[in-house]
């Protein structure tokens, strides 16, 4: 099954899919990587066929994959190797119409390969500062960073983000928060702050529901005085 059944895109700021999704080659066996419905959502609501899309936190291929089914030209980025094979052997399926989608190792912190204002819509998921660590110790590797640092870098793709954008599009990524002792610390608000500094407007705050999280279950039975953490932001900003 290459597409989803019956699909209807979202039409409210609130988004849940219990069911993550499974068509084409998607599958919840890389850590960390999102639900298809959601960049399905974002690419058919912010470009159109024939555009191209930037994921430069490529992971396992999410976004690749639906760029491929929703004939849209798509650059995949992953500082490392392992995800964009992971992501080039997903994308090895065949539909009606071949867009161009093109993989490569780099640093989400440098573009240069791209040239300024050439891509119609970003579409990513980069990692909540180091909750998740994708690599053991490559350097760049931002998932590996405290938080301090971690958004000192996010500030570098921002910028680069808002670099190879056209004026008149838009960015998207996702992201959640975290607990230390307790207390929330806001990584996403943190995030959008580095967009908007950046530049970009903010078009849209979408509230994604968590499902099937690591987390939830430790804590669920444990003796807590805190809410446990059932959301992620999705910011929409526009150039």
Not at 226 to 231: G, M, Q
Request: proline share 5%.
């Amino acid at each position: 099954m290459l597409e989803p059944i019956n699909f209807t895109p979202e039409e409210t700021t609130i988004w849940s899919f219990p069911n993550r999704g499974n068509w084409a080659t998607h599958s919840g066996n890389y850590r960390g990587n999102w639900s298809p419905y959601i960049p399905r959502n974002l690419i058919t609501r912010y470009s159109k066929p024939g555009d191209w899309i930037l994921d430069q936190f490529v992971g396992s291929g999410t976004t690749l994959i639906e760029a491929k089914l929703l004939n849209r030209n798509a650059i995949g980025i992953d500082i490392n190797p392992s995800a964009i094979s992971i992501a080039q052997n997903n994308l090895q399926f065949l539909t009606n119409k071949e867009p161009q989608i093109q993989t490569k190792v780099a640093t989400a912190t440098d573009l240069s390969f791209i040239s300024s204002e050439t891509v119609d819509f970003i579409c990513t998921h980069p990692p909540y500062s180091n909750i998740i660590h994708y690599s053991f110790g490559l350097p760049g590797d931002i998932s590996l960073l405290k938080d301090d640092e971690f958004f000192d870098e996010l500030y570098k793709v921002a910028g680069e983000s808002y670099r190879v954008l056209k004026p008149g599009k838009y960015c998207a990524f996702m992201m959640g928060d975290r607990r230390i002792k307790g207390n929330v610390v806001p990584l996403g608000f943190m995030a959008m702050n580095c967009f908007k500094k950046a530049g970009f407007n903010l078009k849209e705050i979408i509230i994604k529901e968590q499902h099937n999280c690591r987390s939830t279950r430790k804590w669920l039975n444990a003796n807590r005085t805190f809410l446990l953490l059932a959301h992620e932001y999705i910011f929409v900003f526009y150039k």
